[in-house]
């Protein structure tokens, strides 16, 4: 199981390990019923649940991800309208997820895991665009800039800006204006890359804003 903040590769980084060509990926919204008929018809598959948030919240989903997870355990079909042979699972499941839910049932199908907390800098994630051919170093260093160490950008904010520019648009004006980010939040950022600390940063930013602290560490969050 990978699991951190979208944007950041995570399934491009499985792909380059289990391509799409000789494993199965599942996305989206899927029903149990369907969900156990891929795990019955592909036994010994290698099974990549991307994106799958919605999925793992299902209890019937992630009942038969507890058995699949475990060798030599058999699955049985939970629903008593369509009845199925018990199954054995014999291939291995990729789980890819932006956040692990604190529920019974997934802490139990990431308790039978491998799971690794995907959660790249800044740094490392420049390193990785500048291997791409004819990345923009323009955007990055302004990505960089802008963000400093304290705050994290994503793949999905490179390409952001990269569509901006070739728009002809006021690229980093606009780009801010749909990064999600509050005014607020930007302002700490500022003061963070000026040497502050974050909570003197907060509290200097409340003061000027006329807002409480806690209205402050919510609009960074």
């Not at 380059?16 to 989206?28: D, I, K, R, T």
């Not at 058999?74 to 369509?82: E, N, W």
């Not at 260093?141 to 999905?156: A, D, Q, T």
């Not at 690229?171 to 974050?198: N, P, T």
């Amino acid at each position: 199981m990978i699991h951190g903040r979208g944007g950041t590769g995570k399934t491009t980084l499985i792909k380059s390990v289990f391509p799409v060509s000789s494993s199965l990926w599942l996305g989206g919204h899927i029903t149990p019923m369907a969900f156990f008929d891929t795990l019955a018809q592909n036994p010994n598959a290698t099974i990549v649940l991307d994106d799958c948030d919605s999925l793992i919240h299902n209890k019937d989903i992630t009942g038969y991800l507890k058995c699949a997870l475990i060798p030599d355990t058999p699955i049985i079909c939970a629903s008593s309208k369509h009845q199925r042979d018990p199954i054995n699972f014999t291939g291995r499941i990729v789980i890819l997820c932006n956040h692990v839910p604190n529920t019974p049932d997934f802490r139990a199908v990431a308790s039978r895991c491998l799971s690794y907390d995907f959660c790249p800098s800044n740094e490392e994630l420049s390193r990785f665009v500048k291997s791409w051919d004819n990345h923009d170093t323009e955007g990055l260093e302004y990505l960089n800039g802008l963000y400093g160490e304290h705050f994290h950008f994503s793949l999905r904010d490179y390409q952001r800006c990269c569509d901006f520019k070739k728009d002809g648009t006021d690229w980093k004006e606009l780009y801010k204006g749909i990064s999600g980010r509050s005014d607020i939040a930007w302002k700490v950022a500022e003061l963070m890359q000026k040497g502050f600390a974050k909570t003197e940063a907060v509290k200097s930013v409340s003061m000027e804003e006329d807002v409480s602290e806690r209205q402050v560490w919510r609009g960074i969050r």
